[in-house]
T-cell receptor, first 116, second 115 residues
Framework: AQSVTQLDSQVPVFEEAPVELRCNYS??????LFWYVQYPNQGLQLLLK??????LVKGINGFEAEFNKSQTSFHLRKPSVHISDTAEYFC??????????????FGKGTKLSVKP | NAGVMQNPRHLVRRRGQEARLRCSPM?????VYWYRQLPEEGLKFMVY????????ESGMPKERFSAEFPKEGPSILRIQQVVRGDSAAYFC?????????????FGQGTRLTVV
């Protein structure tokens, strides 16, 4: 069965500092991986996705993630964070052997808190 | 093109009442997914529907929960005889087709509180 582990529940960081949010997955089949952001009382917005090809994926708002098959990781990074990046971030893997990206298995989330 | 619309945004129900959550997918989308987010938890998949068909309901509780996506109108997630443990945020997502490369778009959720 597929699963996702987000190793940090909370990450505090100062503005303009770099940040890495960690995500590990387990899957016995080819994986599609995603990072979503959730602002307070909002729905989820897709930051980036890995389907195939280059292992370094660039997303919106200056975020990027690297797919590492040997370490089964898909860590999210940003070289310089802004106050507006304060939100909760979810890593997800697509479950099952068919269907669209909607059938996702999510990690428990990492709350990123950017301090001035 | 409006996004995925969920209503109500907030819903309060007393124990034993029924809760009906509605989801209107994006225009042109025929696939709908429901997720539940409990406090301090990630989203858990509940059910995947196409028009008039339930494709995957492996995440649905066996009792009290049902979902439909009729030919006309929104998708409905129905919870009968709600209990305090049903309090959560329920999110709907939609996609235009079922291929693996199709992104699903999320609504803003319905926050159900059972008192």
């Amino acid at each position: 069965a597929q699963s996702v582990t987000q190793l940090d529940s909370q990450v505090p960081v100062f503005e303009e500092a770099p940040v890495e949010l960690r995500c590990n997955y387990s899957s016995s089949v080819s994986v599609y991986l995603f990072w979503y952001v959730q602002y307070p009382n909002q729905g989820l917005q897709l930051l980036l996705k890995y389907l195939s090809g280059s292992t370094l994926v660039k997303g919106i708002n200056g975020f990027e993630a690297e797919f590492n098959k040997s370490q089964t990781s898909f860590h999210l990074r940003k070289p310089s964070v802004h106050i507006s990046d304060t939100a909760e971030y979810f890593c997800a893997v697509r479950g099952g052997d068919g269907g669209s990206q909607g059938n996702l298995i999510f990690g428990k989330g990492t709350k990123l808190s950017v301090k001035p | 093109n409006a996004g995925v619309m969920q209503n109500p945004r907030h819903l309060v129900r007393r124990r034993g009442q029924e809760a009906r959550l509605r989801c209107s997918p994006m225009k042109g989308h025929s696939h709908v997914y429901w997720y539940r987010q409990l406090p301090e938890e990630g989203l858990k998949f509940m059910v995947y529907l196409q028009k008039e068909n339930i494709i995957d309901e492996s995440g649905m509780p066996k009792e009290r929960f049902s979902a439909e996506f009729p030919k006309e109108g929104p998708s409905i997630l129905r919870i009968q005889q709600v209990v305090r443990g049903d309090s959560a945020a329920y999110f709907c997502a939609s996609s235009p087709q079922g291929s693996g490369n199709t992104e699903a778009f999320f609504g803003q959720g319905t926050r159900l509180t059972v008192v």
